[in-house]
């Protein structure tokens, strides 16, 4: 007989988000180009846990703000497709492109919206942090170029700051995927850098999967 897992040995995990979850490698935006995280995540989950199945649905769509979007498809897509054993959740780029007196609250109360939508149907979540943008990608932002500009960088600052509190806060009903923190840009070499990210907005073939793997680390003891 198999170990007594946390969940049942099929689990369902549902990635959601914008052009990040949606696997785009930067430049024209076309689907048939893209190569989401969850393909190599998929991989890795098979790979590492033989005796369950996994059905990984990516639901991310390009330019998909939080505030107004995701906040209100996310309940959509859980009623339509679910239930999930796992959510993993991953926005804030595009809302910090525009920044806004006052973003930084509006955002992050509306990515623990997300995840309280998800949390609240049974699903543990993971929580992923605001990846480092083209504020610093080959001096875009010095030069003027960057979609994301100071203010915007800051408020992504406090938006990670206060999603990790609110984490730590979640008596474990939420996991966090510190990405800024373990996948960053400014200590990169120039060799990594173009290896893994794209336009300074998204990543590359390989940093996607490089961003799978840090999922999955982090994820992992769930499916124990």
């Known amino acids: 007989m198999a170990a007594e897992s946390k969940f049942k040995e099929n689990y369902k ?21 893209d190569k989401p995280y969850t393909i190599h995540l998929s991989k890795l989950l ?21 505030c107004g979007q995701m906040t209100d498809r996310l309940p959509k897509v859980l009623k339509e497709y679910g239930p999930y054993n796992i959510v993993i959740i991953l926005g804030g ?21 997300l995840h309280d939508s998800a ?12 990846p480092e943008t083209d504020v610093y990608f080959k001096d875009l932002g010095k030069r003027g170029l960057s979609w994301v500009k100071e203010e915007g960088e800051n408020i992504r600052l406090v938006v990670n700051e206060k999603l990790r509190k609110y984490v730590n806060e979640s008596d474990n009903k939420i996991i966090l995927c510190d990405l800024a923190e373990k996948f960053p840009q400014q ?8 290896k893994f990210w794209s336009d300074g907005l998204h990543f ?21």
């Open 13 to 33: 995990i549902l990635a959601f988000g914008d052009s990040l979850t949606a696997g785009n490698i930067g430049g024209e935006l076309n689907e048939e180009l």
């Open 46 to 66: 098979r790979e590492n846990h033989p005796n369950a199945t996994f059905d990984v649905n990516n639901k991310g769509i390009y330019g998909e703000l939080v």
């Open 93 to 113: 780029t595009n809302d910090i492109i525009e920044a806004k007196k006052g973003l930084e609250d509006t955002l992050f109360e509306g990515i623990k919206r």
């Open 119 to 130: 949390s609240g149907q049974g699903a543990k979540c993971i929580a992923m942090t605001i």
């Open 187 to 194: 200590s990169l070499s120039s060799e990594d850098l173009e």
């Open 204 to 224: 590359t073939e390989e940093g996607y999967n490089r961003m799978a793997q840090i999922i999955y680390e982090d994820m992992k003891h769930l499916l124990l």
